[in-house]
């Protein structure tokens, strides 16, 4: 993405971030100075994706350290956990989130002093931020490789830049593609209900010159049937490594069946950060929010009064439907990660 638009950053003990509710219409950016407004940042959707979600729940754990006026290591320790519990609670299914907020916890309690946890939380906050860049960069890389010059690339909501530190992962293989000089384009599918596909995939692209047409959500097999999708790319918000199950955005399972179907291959590009090396499948939440966003649309109302609606937030797609998880650390089919433990992956 151009690099004047920023997702998230940190400037002098404020979180700037860009509110993605009002895109594509308005650049505006929110300043957050503690850890209940990046919470509320979070559960608003303000920004939103895996990455950026770990990214700013790192940063709102900073903000309490660098804010604190503690005067002792306990009580500061005790300041950072209720953060670490406000932010833990403001969505329940990226497993960024809860890795970004738990390596920075490790972190503050390894250190002996209130001014060491100050500096070296921003600094952490920041680390990550910066790795979450770099690893985005090396998806690009080794997903371009699975990019044929010309394809038409199928992909669902918003893995780009927005939904990361920056560059993106679904984003960042088909924006390293493009770097690359292969010709390709994208069909960006709208993503009812919160339409990231429509508001935020399309600006991304349209402002990097990569050729990108809409279509709802529901045209996609449609798409497939008529030969136009030679591959499928979408992100993730956690991939359980026992068992190489997808978890993304509501809408992805649909597209995996239909790609499976039409023997199309089907691609997650992810950071290590979304592979979850502990959780069964029964022991992820998947996030249901507010009905209205499925019985509004654009502050109208689309259905009648008295009738309800079901409003999941993901879907979980199995391992059978996924060709390859494109990571910072090699491409693996989804059983290979069973194998590979977290320190393999992580580098720990
Ligand atoms: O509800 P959202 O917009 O946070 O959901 C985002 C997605 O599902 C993305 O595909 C996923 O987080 C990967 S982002 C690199």
């Known amino acids: 993405m151009a690099s004047e638009v920023w997702t998230i950053r940190w400037v002098d003990g404020v979180v700037?971030?860009?509110?993605?509710?009002?895109?594509?219409?308005?650049?505006?950016?929110?300043?957050?100075?503690?850890?209940?407004?990046?919470?509320?940042?979070?559960?608003?959707?303000?920004?939103?994706?895996?990455?950026?979600?770990?990214?700013?729940?790192?940063?709102?754990?900073?903000l309490t350290a660098y804010h604190s006026r503690a005067k002792s290591r306990e009580k500061l320790l005790e300041q950072l956990?209720?953060?670490?519990?406000?932010?833990?609670?403001?969505?329940?299914?990226?497993v960024n989130l809860f890795w970004a907020l738990d390596r920075i916890m490790r972190l503050a309690e390894?250190?002996?002093?209130?001014?060491?946890?100050?500096?070296?939380?921003?600094?952490?906050?920041?680390?990550?931020?910066?790795?979450?860049?770099?690893?985005?960069?090396?998806?690009?890389?080794?997903?371009?490789?699975?990019?044929?010059?010309?394809?038409?690339?199928?992909?669902?909501?918003?893995?780009?830049?927005?939904?990361?530190?920056?560059?993106?992962?679904?984003?960042?293989?088909?924006?390293?593609?493009?770097a690359q000089g292969k010709k390709i384009m994208v069909y960006a599918c709208e993503t009812r209900p919160k339409l990231q596909?429509?508001?935020?995939?399309?600006?991304?692209?349209?402002?990097?010159g990569i050729?990108?047409?809409?279509?709802?959500?529901?045209?996609?097999?449609?798409?497939?049937?008529?030969?136009?999708v030679d591959k499928v790319i979408v992100g993730a918000d956690r991939i359980?490594?026992?068992?190489?199950?997808?978890?993304?955005?509501?809408?992805?399972?649909?597209?995996?069946i239909c790609a499976k179907y039409h023997g199309i291959p089907f691609l997650v590009a992810a950071p290590t950060s979304t592979i979850d090396f502990k959780s069964r499948l029964e022991d992820v939440v998947i996030e249901e929010r507010d009905p209205r966003e499925v019985l509004y649309v654009n502050g109208r109302r689309i259905a009648p009064e008295g009738i309800e609606a079901w409003n999941p937030a993901f879907d979980i797609t199995p391992p059978e439907l996924v060709t390859y998880i494109i990571t910072e650390k090699?491409?693996?089919?989804?059983?290979?990660?069973?194998?590979?433990?977290?320190?393999?992956?992580?580098?720990e």
């Open 240 to 256: 359980l490594a026992r068992t190489g199950h997808v978890i993304n955005k509501i809408g992805t399972l649909c597209h995996a």
């Open 16 to 62: 700037e971030i860009l509110d993605q509710r009002l895109l594509p219409h308005r650049v505006k950016y929110l300043r957050l100075r503690t850890a209940r407004q990046v919470a509320r940042a979070i559960r608003d959707m303000a920004i939103r994706g895996a990455p950026a979600i770990g990214v700013a729940a790192a940063m709102g754990i900073a």
């Open 197 to 208: 596909g429509a508001r935020l995939t399309t600006w991304e692209l349209l402002r990097d």
């Open 211 to 228: 050729p990108v047409k809409l279509i709802t959500d529901n045209m996609a097999a449609f798409l497939m049937q008529r030969g136009e």
């Open 81 to 94: 956990r209720r953060s670490y519990d406000v932010l833990r609670s403001s969505r329940p299914t990226a």
């Open 110 to 178: 390894s250190l002996g002093s209130v001014e060491e946890i100050r500096s070296r939380l921003v600094e952490e906050a920041l680390r990550i931020m910066e790795e979450d860049v770099e690893a985005n960069m090396r998806i690009g890389e080794n997903g371009a490789r699975l990019i044929e010059d010309g394809d038409r690339i199928l992909t669902h909501c918003n893995a780009g830049a927005l939904a990361t530190a920056g560059y993106g992962t679904a984003l960042g293989v088909i924006r390293a593609a493009h």
């Open 330 to 347: 090699g491409v693996y089919r989804p059983d290979e990660l069973r194998g590979i433990g977290s320190g393999e992956l992580s580098g």
